[in-house]
C-alpha cells in the first residue's frame, strides 16, 4: 500500500465551554504516509491524546479537516465513521477495554463479526495465535495478566487488517518487560502488514523506535523528526 494515510489540515479541538474551554489543537498540519511509524511526544496536555482520538473518529474536530486514507472523516455521520473504524483503523487503548464477561476469542472476533466477516473467529484465532495467545483463546480477561490483556487488545485491533493501528499509551500500565514485549510486537505486527503505526507514549526508549517522531508542545507541532528532545520555546504567535 502506498499513499497518504493522514492529512490534516488546520486541525483545532476545543473543549468545554465558556470560561472552561481549552484550545487543544492549535491550527495542526500532518501526514502521514503508508507504513510509516510515528510517535507522538510532549508534556502532559500538550494535545497529543486528542489528536489521535480525532485521528479515530472518537473526537470531533472544532475546525479543520481530516483525512483517512483521502476520505474525510470530519464530514461524516456517526454510522459511517463506526464504518471506517470497523475497516481501515485499528486502535489499542493503555487500558485494554476488553470485554469483562467475553473470551479472549469472542473480544476478538465480535467486532469482525459485527463487521460482516464470515470467518470472524477462525480469524480471531489466528490474530491471537500471531500474539502468542494460542493456548488462551478461552480465558476471560479477569484471567489474563496486564501483559496478556493488552495483546488481546493488540490482535482485536489489527485482525480487521486496517490500513492505521493507533495506540494511545499502550505500554503505560505495565510492567518494564512486558512492556517492551508489547512495543516489539506492535512494531512488528505494523512492519509486517505495512501497516501505519502512530503511538502517543511518555517513554523515550519506545518513542524512538518509530521512523518519525512528532513533538506537540500547547497543541502545536514544535518538531517533526528523529528527536524526543523538548525544542526551543516557540516565539509568540507561532
Known amino acids: 500500500m502506498t499513499g497518504t494515510v493522514i492529512l490534516c489540515e488546520d486541525l483545532h479541538i476545543r473543549l468545554g465551554t465558556g470560561a472552561s474551554e481549552v484550545h487543544v489543537l492549535r ?16 508534556p502532559s496536555g500538550s494535545g497529543k491524546s486528542t489528536l489521535l482520538m480525532a485521528l479515530a473518529g472518537l473526537e470531533r474536530p472544532s475546525a479543520g479537516r481530516i483525512a483517512i486514507q483521502g476520505t474525510e472523516i470530519t464530514r ?38 459485527l463487521a460482516g466477516e464470515a470467518d470472524a473467529f477462525k480469524r480471531a ?11 488462551r483463546v478461552g480465558h476471560y480477561p479477569a484471567e489474563l495478566s496486564g501483559g496478556e490483556q493488552q495483546r488481546v487488545a493488540i490482535a482485536r485491533a489489527l485482525a480487521p487488517r486496517p490500513a492505521l493501528l493507533l495506540a494511545d ?9 512486558n512492556g517492551a514485549m508489547i512495543a516489539d510486537l506492535l512494531f512488528e505486527a505494523s512492519g509486517k502488514r505495512s501497516t501505519t503505526l502512530v503511538l502517543v507514549t511518555h517513554d523515550r526508549t ?3 523506535r518509530a521512523n518519525r517522531v512528532v513533538r506537540l508542545e500547547s497543541g502545536r507541532i ?17
Open 169 to 177: 499509551e499502550p505500554t503505560g500500565n505495565l510492567d518494564s518487560a
Open 125 to 135: 484465532e489466528e490474530e491471537l495465535r500471531d500474539v502468542g495467545l494460542g493456548d
Open 27 to 42: 491550527g495542526l498540519d500532518l501526514a502521514v504516509q503508508a507504513g510509516e511509524s510515528l510517535s507522538l511526544v510532549g
Open 222 to 238: 514544535v518538531a517533526d523528526g528523529g528527536s524526543t528532545q523538548p525544542s526551543p520555546e516557540p516565539a509568540m504567535g507561532v
Open 76 to 113: 461524516l455521520g456517526e454510522d459511517d465513521l463506526a464504518r471506517i473504524r470497523g475497516r481501515a483503523i485499528g486502535v489499542v487503548f493503555q487500558s485494554f477495554h476488553l470485554i469483562p464477561n467475553m473470551t479472549a476469542l469472542e473480544n476478538v472476533a465480535v467486532p469482525l463479526e
Open 206 to 208: 519506545l518513542a524512538e
